[in-house]
C-alpha cells in the first residue's frame, strides 16, 4: 500500500496506494516506459486521462462534491496502456474515489505521459470520465500527493500560471529549465485546457504553490535574487544545490514554500 520509490515501498499519510508490488497486474509493460536517464526529477506532470474541455469537446469539466465510486480505472489504464501499440503509460493515476495507483518506479522509471519532459518529470494521471466528471476529494488527494513527492523529490512548490493555450517555449525544450507542478497542457501543443484544466491548478496556488508566468521567466528571476541572497551563483535554476542550501538555512526538505506534514 505503497509508492515505489527506488525499489522500496513508501507509504503516504492519509492515502490509500497500490502498486505492483500488490497486484503484478498494474506494472507498467517494459514498452511503456524506460529507465530514468537523468536522477534530478525537477518536475511533475498533471493529466486527465479525458483533457475535457479540449478538442472538439469544449463542456466544462464537472467537478462533484466528495468522492466518487472506485472505478477500477486503474487495472483497466493498465491493461489499455499495455495491450495497445503506442509508447504510453504514467507513474501514477488517481481514481474518483481518491485511490491511488503506483505504475512504475517513481526515480528509476521513465513512462511515456509527456513528450519531451518524460526524463525529468513524474507523470500523475486523473480518472476523468466522457462527460468532464471529476471529485473535490479526487483533487484534494492529488495536492496531498503533489505535497508528498515535492518534499521527497526537493521539487519546489511553484506552478506555471496563467495557461495561455500554447504550451511552454521551455517546456518543449525538454523542460530541463523548468522546476514545479505543471499541466501535461504547458509541455505538449496536442493537448488543451482540460489537461488537467484550472480547478487542480488553481487548488495548488490556494494551498501556497508560488504561481509564476513561466512564459516571462517570473520564476528564474524570483529565484536569482533567492539564490544571490543564499550566496549562490543567481542561475535561476533552484536545484539540488539551492535545495541543500535552504535545507542548512533552516527551510524544511530544502523548500521554500512549507505545507501541514513538512
Known amino acids: 500500500m505503497a509508492l515505489v520509490i527506488r525499489g522500496?515501498?513508501?507509504?503516504?499519510?492519509?492515502?490509500?496506494?497500490?502498486?505492483?508490488?500488490?497486484?503484478?497486474?498494474?506494472?507498467?509493460?517494459?514498452?511503456?516506459?524506460?529507465?530514468?536517464?537523468?536522477?534530478?526529477?525537477?518536475?511533475?506532470?498533471?493529466?486527465?486521462?479525458?483533457?475535457?474541455?479540449?478538442?472538439?469537446?469544449?463542456?466544462?469539466?464537472?467537478?462533484?462534491?466528495?468522492?466518487?465510486?472506485?472505478?477500477?480505472?486503474?487495472?483497466?489504464?493498465?491493461?489499455?496502456?499495455?495491450?495497445?501499440?503506442?509508447?504510453?503509460?504514467?507513474?501514477?493515476?488517481?481514481?474518483?474515489?481518491?485511490?491511488i495507483c503506483c505504475f512504475a518506479d517513481l526515480q528509476e522509471h521513465m513512462p511515456f505521459h509527456a513528450g519531451n519532459v518524460n526524463a525529468v518529470t513524474i507523470g500523475i494521471e486523473m480518472y476523468q470520465n466522457a462527460k468532464g466528471r471529476l471529485y473535490q476529494g479526487q483533487l484534494e488527494a492529488v495536492v496531498k500527493l503533489v505535497d508528498f513527492l515535492t518534499k521527497t523529490f526537493s521539487i519546489q512548490r511553484q506552478m506555471h500560471m496563467p495557461y495561455g493555450r500554447q504550451a511552454l517555449k521551455r517546456g518543449l525544450k525538454r523542460g530541463l529549465d523548468m522546476v514545479g507542478v505543471f499541466g501535461h497542457r504547458d509541455v505538449s501543443n496536442n493537448r488543451g485546457e482540460g489537461d488537467p484544466g484550472n480547478p487542480i491548478m488553481e487548488m495548488l496556488r490556494d494551498a501556497g504553490y508560488e504561481a509564476f508566468n513561466f512564459a516571462h521567466d517570473e520564476d528564474k528571476h524570483a529565484w536569482e535574487t533567492r539564490q544571490e541572497n543564499l550566496g549562490l551563483l543567481p542561475d535561476g535554476m533552484p536545484g539540488p544545490k539551492t535545495a541543500t542550501t535552504l535545507l542548512k538555512a533552516g527551510h524544511a526538505h530544502g523548500l521554500w514554500v512549507d505545507r501541514p506534514g513538512d
Not at 40 to 69: A, E, F, N, S, Y
Not at 90 to 99: E, G, K, M, P
Open 8 to 99: 522500496t515501498d513508501v507509504e503516504v499519510p492519509g492515502l490509500d496506494i497500490r502498486s505492483w508490488h500488490d497486484d503484478p497486474k498494474l506494472k507498467l509493460d517494459g514498452e511503456d516506459y524506460r529507465t530514468r536517464p537523468d536522477t534530478w526529477v525537477r518536475g511533475i506532470i498533471l493529466h486527465t486521462t479525458m483533457g475535457i474541455p479540449g478538442g472538439r469537446i469544449k463542456t466544462p469539466q464537472d467537478i462533484q462534491p466528495g468522492l466518487g465510486p472506485d472505478t477500477k480505472r486503474d487495472e483497466r489504464m493498465a491493461q489499455m496502456w499495455s495491450m495497445d501499440n503506442r509508447r504510453a503509460g504514467a507513474h501514477i493515476a488517481v481514481d474518483w474515489d481518491a485511490s
